[in-house]
């Protein structure tokens, strides 16, 4: 039989498999199962049992082989959703003064959203209830907070001792008043390498706050 005879026939009766360029890789190729469409999906797709509608579908393996079996498919993993905050102004701000806030309320306070937040203050965490804002970052490294300027009433700061045996204490937060005729700038030091060698204290985060008498909202930052 010639060459090219056999060959058609040994695809006729699906023992040849089809080459396919698997996605993301250009030029690279894997072999399918025998009689697998050539739909671009890498091998294990193939071998898994999905069709060329599937594939086209974004069917995975694991997906394809839950259809076959009857059992319920399990999703692809996708990112966390982001937690609900709530704009800074969602709740009218009080016109008298009030308290600070006890720890149990702060465990039941929403979260919110600052005004602006930069890339150093990602991992930071904002909450408010009544006109008191607690701002936390659990994971930076924090080396010292200080007030640069502006109101000190009402204003606190908290560093959280070293853990997980670490030497250096990871985690603070500042909490202070948000009232109408306010202005403050505070700041919050790292760790770094400098002139002082590798515990020079180095600014990571600048959190402004202020409220104009004519503007209707405050405004807090975060960078």
Not at 88 to 117: C, G, H, I, N, Y
Not at 184 to 199: H, K, S
């Amino acid at each position: 039989m010639r060459p090219r005879v056999a060959l058609l026939a040994l695809m006729a009766a699906g023992m040849v498999g089809t080459l396919t360029a698997a996605p993301g890789a250009p030029g690279a190729q894997t072999k399918d199962a025998p009689g697998a469409a050539a739909t671009g999906v890498p091998g294990a797709q193939a071998k898994a049992g999905v069709t060329g509608a599937q594939a086209k579908a974004g069917v995975t393996g694991a997906q394809a082989k839950a259809s076959a079996t009857g059992a319920p498919g399990k999703p692809p993993a996708t990112a966390p959703e982001a937690v609900d905050e709530r704009p800074l102004d969602a709740e009218p701000f009080p016109a008298e003064p009030s308290k600070q806030p006890t720890a149990a309320e702060w465990k039941t306070a929403p979260r919110v959203r600052l005004s602006r937040s930069g890339p150093a203050a990602a991992g930071c965490r904002a909450y408010r209830t009544r006109e008191w804002l607690r701002i936390r970052c659990p994971e930076l490294t924090v080396a010292a907070i200080s007030l640069l300027g502006g109101k000190t009433e009402g204003v606190a700061f908290w560093i959280d001792p070293p853990r997980g045996g670490s030497e250096l204490p990871r985690g603070g937060e500042v909490m202070f008043p948000i009232r109408r005729g306010d202005r403050r700038v505070i700041q919050i030091l790292t760790f770094g390498p400098g002139y002082d060698g590798p515990f020079t204290l180095l600014p990571a985060i600048v959190v402004q706050e202020q409220w104009l008498d004519d503007e209707p909202a405050p405004t807090v930052t975060a960078s």
